[in-house]
């Protein structure tokens, strides 16, 4: 197993399209978590997963955003309505017990 | 809610000297799990070192360990003997111990060079 994947590892897009990313946790890992980091910010946190059912949201993920993990595997990240503020490093990181393990990221660049 | 407090944003040290990186955080919670977290440039977060709070004695990594001081709510890492492959951006983190969500709260970050 190599870890957290992340794809794209980079989008640019132009404000008010929709886009999506996706994350490929570590195969036993059943928790799975989407953070947002901006510049000069540490990560904060937006989603989390146990297994299939996403069972917190921050008050940081609007309307605009939906997550998903079909079947408790990977998780899409759907951005709809760009905005330039929604411009970030979009993490992932899954666990099973007390760790996290963290992808690359994918950073989106809204113009 | 939890906050984390990084005061230094950046930090230098003399390779193979040893560095503190400070920490401070905010919980009523009475058990909890402290992290450091490392994020070298363009690369994926790594964890660094992991301290419970239930544990008095601190923790320790091969060149890495922390000092715990719960009651000051303090929680800094120090790296002794520091090289060159120890600069990256180093992020504090706290996480509750109970119920069912795992997030991690982070601090800003403290960016750490190392001089050859």
């Known amino acids: 197993d190599t870890g957290v994947s992340q794809n794209p590892r980079h989008k640019i897009t132009k404000r008010g399209q929709n886009v999506t990313f996706r994350c490929d946790p570590i195969s036993e890992h059943n928790r799975l978590y989407w953070y947002r980091q901006t510049l000069g910010q540490g990560p904060e946190f937006l989603t989390y997963?146990?297994?299939?059912?996403?069972?917190?949201k921050s008050r940081l993920l609007s309307d605009r955003f939906s997550a998903e993990r079909p079947k408790g595997s990977f998780s899409t990240l759907e951005i709809q309505r760009t905005e330039q503020g929604d411009s970030a490093m979009y993490l992932c990181?899954?666990?099973?017990?007390?760790?996290?393990?963290f992808g690359p990221g994918t950073r989106l660049t809204v113009l | 809610a939890q906050t984390v407090t990084q005061s230094q944003p950046e930090m230098s040290v003399q390779e193979a000297e040893t560095v503190t990186l400070s920490c401070t955080y905010d919980t009523s919670e009475s058990d909890y799990y402290l992290f450091w977290y490392k994020q070298p440039p363009s690369r994926q977060m790594i964890l660094v070192i992991r301290q419970e709070a239930y544990k008095q004695q601190n923790a320790t990594e091969n060149r890495f360990s922390v000092n715990f001081q719960k009651a000051a709510k303090s929680f800094s890492l120090k790296i002794s003997d520091s090289q060159l492959g120890d600069a990256a951006m180093y992020f504090c983190?706290?996480?509750?111990?109970?119920?069912?969500?795992?997030?991690?709260?982070f601090g800003k970050g403290t960016l750490l060079t190392v001089n050859p």
């Open positions: 990181a899954s666990s099973f017990v007390n760790e996290q393990f």
């Open positions: 997963f146990q297994n299939e059912a996403q069972l917190e």
């Open positions: 983190a706290y996480r509750d111990s109970g119920g069912s969500n795992y997030k991690l709260t």
